[in-house]
């Protein structure tokens, strides 16, 4: 096809699917979105079914295949890769979109997305992304998101995004799924700019936690939990023993703190007051049947 999309299997009889996105690079700081789609196909039962050709939006020089070792012995030349696999949980099945930001053709990128939701029947796209802010890393990560629909948008208690400037395929992604008539919804995380460094576990578990509540899928995160505050405490420890850093630290915890009391996070650290995850699978349930019954 020339999108480059590549079909491997035909799933069958998915459960009210959803399309969960994740990408490398622009969209990913600390690599906390790509982990998230990589969380979600190691902890359900996931089954490869379709691939983008890399062949088609990829300039190799910028973003390199890497040549491995099989059993020790033979090369193998690995490339970049956007893979789509079903995930199926307990309550619900999922498409996730393991994926690298391509180098060209992003709308052609963005139709094979749309083309397997909507061959795949997915009733709405979800975009992770996370970004670097002026953000504390001993406070909870405040999620924000950004969606296609007005009423989706008030439904969900989310902000429609003020940013004005350069964009990843996050943001194109959501914009095609707008012009194309698909329910969209983008839940960002944002990421000390101080660690930026990947991986950042506390980041990677806030967008699952909302995640969750926005699909209505029960994920079982203690062990990711437990991931994230041994992550918190060594960079306590770190930060400890620096006293520019230290003070730092504080400053950032006053503002956000202050912002949090008065429930006007600022721009410029991304945040928002989200509804409960139950409060958001219902309205995300409630607008998804609405759609069905207008068409």
Request: hydrophobic content about 40%.
């Amino acid at each position: 096809m020339a999108d480059g999309l590549t079909w491997e299997g035909s799933p069958k009889n998915l459960r009210r699917p959803l399309l969960v996105a994740g990408f490398e690079g622009w969209n990913d700081a600390a690599d906390a979105a790509s982990s998230a789609a990589g969380w979600l196909t190691q902890h359900g039962q996931a089954f490869r079914f379709a691939s983008i050709d890399p062949e088609e939006h990829f300039d190799f020089q910028s973003r390199r295949p890497q040549v491995e070792l099989v059993d020790g012995v033979t090369r193998a030349v690995s490339w970049p890769q956007n893979l789509f696999f079903t995930v199926g949980f307990a309550d619900r099945d999922l498409v996730v979109l393991r994926g690298i930001e391509p180098s060209y053709r992003w709308r052609s990128f963005c139709s094979a997305v749309t083309s397997v939701a909507h061959e795949t029947g997915c009733e709405m796209v979800i975009t992770l992304g996370a970004l670097l802010a002026d953000v504390p890393h001993t406070r909870a990560a405040r999620i924000t998101g950004t969606a296609t629909d007005d009423d989706l948008v008030a439904r969900l208690g989310l902000t429609q995004s003020r940013y004005e400037g350069p964009t990843g395929i996050v943001g194109v992604l959501n914009d095609y799924c707008r012009a194309e008539g698909v329910p969209s919804v983008s839940l960002w995380a944002p990421v000390p700019h101080y660690l930026a460094a990947p991986p950042n576990p506390p980041a990677t578990l806030a967008l699952l936690e909302r995640c969750a509540g926005l699909t209505g899928v029960q994920f079982d995160l203690e062990r990711l939990e437990h991931t994230a505050q041994a992550w918190r405490e060594k960079v306590d420890e770190v930060a400890a023993a620096d006293d520019d850093v230290r003070n730092y630290v504080s400053t950032l915890e006053e503002r956000f703190d202050h912002d949090a009391a008065s429930d006007q996070i600022s721009d410029k650290s991304w945040g928002t007051n989200l509804p409960s995850g139950d409060e958001l699978a219902r309205e995300v349930e409630r607008f998804l049947r609405e759609q069905r019954d207008d068409t």
